[in-house]
């Protein structure tokens, strides 16, 4: 068994780079480097953050935070769409803290080795009903797909998926989701 730690991992967080972000020209990316290796925490951290995709051999953790996508390596973590320099340093204090409770609390969460796959457009399409309503905003399931996909959009929006006719549909899609981390309303689970 795991001991319980009564002393915080990391005091900060180093902001060592800051360019353009590649996918958003209005925003920047950043790396940042950890005092120390922080792997340990990735399977605890696995279990917390449930949209986090954990690959224990590669030893990353990569975490998708409003629209952030935020990767963390054993000793930095490098992050994309950040809306600038205070969007940074608070992204840095939220990981600071998010680090912190993790392996504070660590023998109370059971650790999660597993890696979740995002899942693709494909995945999804094939298990929405089809009929390309628009009800949800989006002239395609496929368009709707792809945002539901990219965490962009909520199951909930996609009407037709709760008719009766799409019963058991429903139930797989939800549960996919469940599985690969993305965020299901309580209602429907």
């Known amino acids: 068994m795991i001991k319980q ?107 999660n080795y597993d890696r979740r796959d995002r899942l693709t457009v494909l995945d999804i399409v094939r298990l929405l009903p089809g009929t390309n309503c628009k009800k949800c905003g989006q002239q395609t399931c496929l368009s709707f797909a792809a945002l539901l996909a990219s965490e962009n959009a909520s199951i909930a929006a996609c009407r037709d998926i709760f008719m009766p006719d799409f019963r058991d549909t429903r139930s797989e899609i939800l549960a996919l989701l469940r599985a690969s981390g993305y965020v299901v309303p309580d209602t429907f689970k």
Do not use: M
């Open 5 to 111: 730690s009564d002393q915080p991992l990391l005091q900060n967080i180093e902001i060592t780079q800051v360019i353009p972000c590649l996918a958003d020209p209005k925003k920047i990316r950043f790396t940042a480097d950890f005092q120390q290796d922080v792997s340990d925490v990735f399977p605890y951290l696995n279990t917390v953050v449930k949209s986090a995709i954990y690959n224990h051999a590669g030893r990353t953790l990569t975490i998708r935070k409003d629209g952030r996508l935020i990767t963390l390596h054993s000793k930095h973590v490098s992050a994309a769409k950040i809306n600038g320099l205070e969007d940074a340093q608070e992204t840095v204090n939220w990981l600071v803290k998010l680090i912190n409770d993790c392996h504070l609390k660590q023998s109370t969460i059971n650790p």
